[in-house]
């Protein structure tokens, strides 16, 4: 995505969390999808997919990762609908970097089922360490910038990771706010150049707010 003059601009005058706080879903975007294009989703671009996902964002209380005054946010996706299978658990956090700039770190849990079904409010999140988090590093925090309803932010090209696998890959991703509009792309590219994953298979998700939650803490 080109820049915009409205990079320059110091600072979000909403806090990007409480942007994001409600539930999503691509619904009109699956309706208006190919139907070539609604299968199963591949790992390494076997071929083209989307998928239906229903996303949740809930704002947390964590108060070993946001005693600085960052903002924390849980986001829970399901394949289908409300009540279907996870898909994605993540933490993104939300802080200010030393010249003032907002930034987001994004963490994997390493015991994600212990959330699955657990209410924002809980002890659960009060407790919560970056020993139970898998943390990719500064190197792959993404710069947040403010844009006319919202803001928008990407892994930069020096996020390089070693999955689980073994496998070492460089991520990205792009997420833009848009008002009630929230599009998501990510992939992982490995050493070789091969396509490790891309998520979705085809374009990005297109997700429209469907409800805007009351902050649960």
Same mark, same amino acid.
């Given at each position: 995505?080109?820049?915009?003059?409205?990079?320059?601009?110091?600072?979000?005058?909403?806090?990007?969390?409480?942007?994001?706080?409600?539930?999503?879903?691509?619904?009109? *975007?699956?309706?208006?999808?190919?139907?070539?294009?609604?299968?199963?989703? =591949? @790992?390494?671009?076997?071929y083209e997919w989307?998928?239906?996902?229903? @996303?949740?964002?809930?704002?947390?209380?964590?108060?070993?990762?946001?005693?600085?005054?960052?903002?924390?946010?849980?986001?829970?996706? #399901? @394949?289908? %609908?409300?009540?279907?299978?996870?898909?994605? *658990? #993540?933490?993104?956090?939300? #802080?200010?970097?030393?010249?003032?700039?907002?930034?987001?770190?994004?963490?994997?849990?390493?015991?994600?089922?212990?959330?699955?079904?657990?209410?924002?409010?809980?002890?659960?999140?009060?407790?919560?360490?970056?020993?139970?988090?898998?943390?990719?590093? /500064?190197?792959?925090?993404? /710069? =947040?910038?403010?844009?006319?309803?919202?803001?928008?932010a990407a892994i930069?090209?020096?996020?390089?990771?070693?999955?689980?696998? %073994?496998?070492?890959?460089?991520?990205?991703?792009?997420? =833009?706010?848009?008002?009630?509009?929230?599009?998501?792309?990510?992939?992982?590219?490995?050493?070789? %150049?091969a396509l490790a994953?891309?998520?979705?298979? *085809?374009?990005?998700?297109?997700?429209?707010?469907?409800?805007? @939650?009351?902050?649960?803490?």
């Amino acid at each position: 995505m080109a820049a915009s003059a409205c990079a320059s601009l110091p600072g979000i005058k909403s806090e990007p969390s409480a942007l994001l706080v409600g539930n999503w879903d691509n619904s009109a *975007q699956m309706l208006e999808a190919p139907e070539s294009l609604k299968r199963p989703p =591949v @790992a390494g671009g076997a071929y083209e997919w989307l998928d239906g996902q229903y @996303a949740t964002f809930f704002k947390i209380n964590a108060p070993a990762l946001t005693a600085d005054g960052s903002q924390a946010v849980y986001l829970v996706w #399901r @394949a289908g %609908g409300p009540t279907g299978a996870i898909s994605r *658990q #993540r933490l993104w956090v939300f #802080r200010k970097g030393p010249a003032g700039e907002n930034r987001m770190d994004f963490y994997a849990f390493k015991d994600p089922k212990a959330f699955e079904n657990v209410d924002p409010g809980t002890r659960a999140f009060k407790s919560l360490t970056l020993e139970d988090l898998t943390v990719y590093g /500064p190197l792959c925090s993404l /710069p =947040v910038i403010e844009t006319a309803k919202g803001w928008r932010a990407a892994i930069p090209p020096t996020c390089s990771i070693q999955a689980r696998s %073994g496998r070492k890959m460089v991520l990205s991703a792009e997420i =833009v706010l848009d008002g009630d509009n929230l599009s998501y792309s990510e992939q992982g590219t490995l050493e070789s %150049g091969a396509l490790a994953f891309k998520v979705p298979g *085809q374009g990005r998700y297109q997700f429209v707010r469907t409800v805007r @939650a009351k902050n649960s803490l």
